[in-house]
């Protein structure tokens, strides 16, 4: 990933850029003022080539490549991108400053020029390599990701096309671009950046001061996101239409705003933290506290690097800040040049050398690792995968991006008379090969349901004809009566005695737990014809507690007290809708200890928990005028995955269980005795069919749903969601 300029190139290019806007630009007229007087390169040094800089991101990336190999140990190793954030805004605002303090201007032209020359050259080849490998070797859901994505990832907003496509970032089979949205967020980084930065120093403030409005700015992002995390229903208080239904923690991980937080971290402190300016007198009394203070910071990113969950909510509220802010530690020893010892490591030349390739690394190796299929913890796999990207990337490095940076095509173009067209034909040749798979893929999109999965339109409407024409026949079971775990009571047993006309369409709010949110953010094409609207309530690791936590037979913590108000949320998401459909049971399977006092999963306390506190989210509900429809529990098939945020449960796996809870809401149904209220069956394929239950493209990681088990789930119900909307 990208932090600046090549290695000892950062001065030089600074002085070509600026020597270059005076002769193109009239000097400023005398008289005219600047925040600071003009200070000359004699007079203030410039931050130079910092080797330690590449050091860190040699380690960040690596961290980076062991996350995508899968391995549990490292299942938080995402916090390496935000390292790479927080150099690049220390790193690229520490340029800017000393280009203005040089001349007093800054270059935009050669500013993006540069950035241009370091970043497209590799970029726009794995594209093309993608494109080319996905047509021959993908499999029919990666040829169509990544023809969803390449238009995306040109244009360097790939991160957006995720969001808006409600493309789970950590779910469903792995994209060979999914992780172009981290360039993503630093291209739009440099295409702001550079203009607010101008912006400010014309304000004329004090730098410290501008520093600590920078710094201000991040502590408003992470407000932000943390407001979001704690249960906001929408973004920015009332997204447009294009945000409706974005999955909360596909946009908190993605989004620029909310990984703006790094980059203007760095920045802020850019303009405070200049050592390299101050004498060793000034630089002398925190000489030995720096090192020790740069190792912490360190290590501790490793330690939240090996703990971390990318779904885990606490991630975005607090951990994902504070590695931000020991990345930023980190680098403030790094450019010190009293830290003698951090420095000395962090320098260490095998480092340097692989922080030189950290961009064409991270770049090539996602999509090696897809293909190889190393993204399993497979350690032959990522050895193996491992190979490959090294050479690949060092061929990228020397023979592509090497020359680009410094100038060939600019020495070819001055040249062009005297050499052949063949680079010519060769882009041309590229891009026709760009074009051509983006429009051929279409003839490989074979994937069964895939992301194009349809909602069967005809299919409702068969079996509406179908049950209209039978009604329940007279001695059926009253509603009211009262299950057994012996004697299971069917949908039909709370259902209306009478026939009542199913709607032709119905407004619906699903609420519920991270099931109920897969649910809601993976509608089929062509469901709008009967679900006009849909409304995601769910509140993610959350079922229908808001106190204690779950106890497992394996390791593993949750905390329920962020649920506090699931039941207003609900309540808020089913308003003015006919029907909410309840998806819960991923966290109903367990024993929960709720401060010392353990209830029981299957005793008469735990049960008495759950119908309780389910039937006060139902209560919510009824309370808005909606009907309520309790969905069915699938058996689940937990598997480990990648970017999973829970391990796979052996409970959730325990089919028993699973049908002890839906015994339970069949009883909280029929305690109702309201047509209004009811238990409606899922699909059988969940416990019938294993090639189904256990296939990861239609549960990601066997629990919750991809597009196409949720267009399983959306035909099997939708014909007693209509005739409940119709009560």
Request: charged fraction near 15%; aromatic fraction near 12%.
């Amino acid at each position: 990933m990208d932090g600046g300029d090549h290695p000892r190139r950062h001065v030089a290019s600074a002085v070509t850029t600026i020597v270059d806007n005076q002769r193109s630009t009239p000097a400023p007229e005398q008289g005219s003022r600047s925040d600071e007087p003009t200070v000359r390169l004699h007079e203030f040094p410039a931050m130079g080539y910092q080797p330690s800089l590449d050091g860190l991101r040699a380690l960040s990336v690596a961290v980076v490549l062991l996350y995508h190999a899968g391995f549990s140990w490292m299942h938080g190793g995402f916090f390496g991108v935000e390292v790479f954030f927080v150099v690049s805004g220390f790193l690229i605002t520490s340029l800017l400053l000393d280009e203005r303090d040089r001349h007093g201007r800054v270059g935009f032209r050669h500013f993006w020029q540069r950035r241009a020359r370091r970043l497209f050259p590799a970029l726009y080849a794995v594209l093309l390599a993608v494109g080319v490998g996905t047509v021959l070797w993908g499999s029919a859901e990666q040829q169509s990701q990544v023809r969803r994505e390449i238009p995306w990832s040109i244009f360097y907003v790939n991160n957006w096309g995720q969001i808006l496509g409600n493309v789970p970032y950590f779910a469903g089979e792995p994209s060979p671009l999914r992780h172009l949205w981290s360039l993503a967020v630093e291209e739009q980084w440099y295409l702001i950046w550079p203009l607010v930065f101008v912006a400010l120093m014309r304000v004329r403030l004090p730098r410290h001061l501008v520093g600590s409005l920078i710094l201000c700015a991040a502590a408003v992002v992470w407000a932000y996101t943390f407001w979001i995390q704690s249960g906001s229903p929408t973004l920015l208080g009332g997204p447009p239409a294009a945000f409706d239904g974005v999955d909360r923690t596909n946009y908190m991980y993605l989004s620029t705003i909310t990984r703006s937080f790094g980059l203007l971290l760095g920045a802020g402190a850019a303009f405070i933290w200049r050592p390299w300016r101050w004498n060793r007198a000034e630089q002398a009394p925190a000489g030995r506290a720096l090192d020790p203070i740069g190792a912490a910071a360190v290590a501790m990113i490793g330690c939240a690097s090996a703990v971390a969950a990318i779904t885990a909510g606490y991630v975005y509220q607090w951990l994902l800040p504070l590695v931000s802010i020991l990345s930023l530690v980190a680098v403030m020893v790094a450019v010190h040049p009293a830290a003698v010892g951090f420095r000395r490591i962090m320098s260490w030349s095998p480092l340097v050398e692989m922080g030189k390739r950290s961009y064409g690394l991270y770049l090539w190796s996602w999509p090696i690792f897809v293909y190889v299929g190393a993204t399993d913890g497979s350690v032959g796999k990522f050895v193996w995968a491992m190979l490959l990207t090294v050479v690949i990337a060092e061929a990228s490095y020397r023979y592509l991006e090497t020359p680009v940076r410094r100038g060939i095509i600019g020495t070819w173009w001055r040249d062009r008379s005297t050499i052949t067209y063949w680079p010519i034909g060769a882009g041309a040749f590229l891009v026709g090969a760009l074009a051509l798979f983006y429009v051929s893929v279409d003839q490989f999109n074979r994937f069964e349901g895939g992301e194009d999965a349809v909602f069967e339109l005809g299919a409702v409407n068969e079996a509406l004809t179908v049950d209209e024409a039978d009604p329940p026949e007279a001695g059926q079971p009253e509603a009211a009566t009262q299950p057994t775990e012996s004697a299971a009571v069917t949908s039909s047993s709370v259902a209306p005695t009478t026939s009542v006309a199913a709607a032709t369409s119905a407004t619906l709010a699903i609420v519920g737990d991270s099931q109920a949110n897969a649910l809601a953010i993976n509608l089929p094409d062509g469901i709008e014809g009967v679900f006009p609207d849909v409304v995601n309530g769910s509140v993610d690791g959350c079922s229908v507690y808001d106190s204690g936590s779950v106890q497992s037979s394996v390791r593993f913590g949750n905390n329920f007290s962020i649920c506090q108000g699931w039941q207003q949320d609900w309540a808020d998401a089913a308003a003015g809708k006919d029907v909410a459909l309840v998806v819960v049971g991923a966290w109903d399977v367990f024993d929960i200890d709720d401060d010392g006092t353990v209830y029981g999963f299957a005793t008469p306390e735990g049960d008495a928990l759950f119908v309780r506190n389910l039937s006060s989210g139902i209560d919510a509900m009824l309370a808005e005028g909606t009907n309520v429809a309790l969905l069915e529990v699938a058996c689940m098939r937990p598997q480990d995955v990648e970017g999973a945020g829970v391990r796979a449960l052996p409970e959730r796996g325990d089919d028993a269980r699973t049908a002890h809870v839906n015994d339970l809401l069949r009883q909280t149904a029929a305690t109702y005795d309201s047509p209004r209220v009811e238990f409606i069956e899922g699909p059988d394929a969940w416990c019938n069919d294993e090639t189904i239950a256990s296939d990861l493209g239609y549960r990601w990681d066997g629990v919750h749903v991809y597009k196409p088990g949720a267009n399983l789930i959306y035909t099997t119900v939708a014909p007693d969601l209509l005739r409940l909307a119709a009560v």
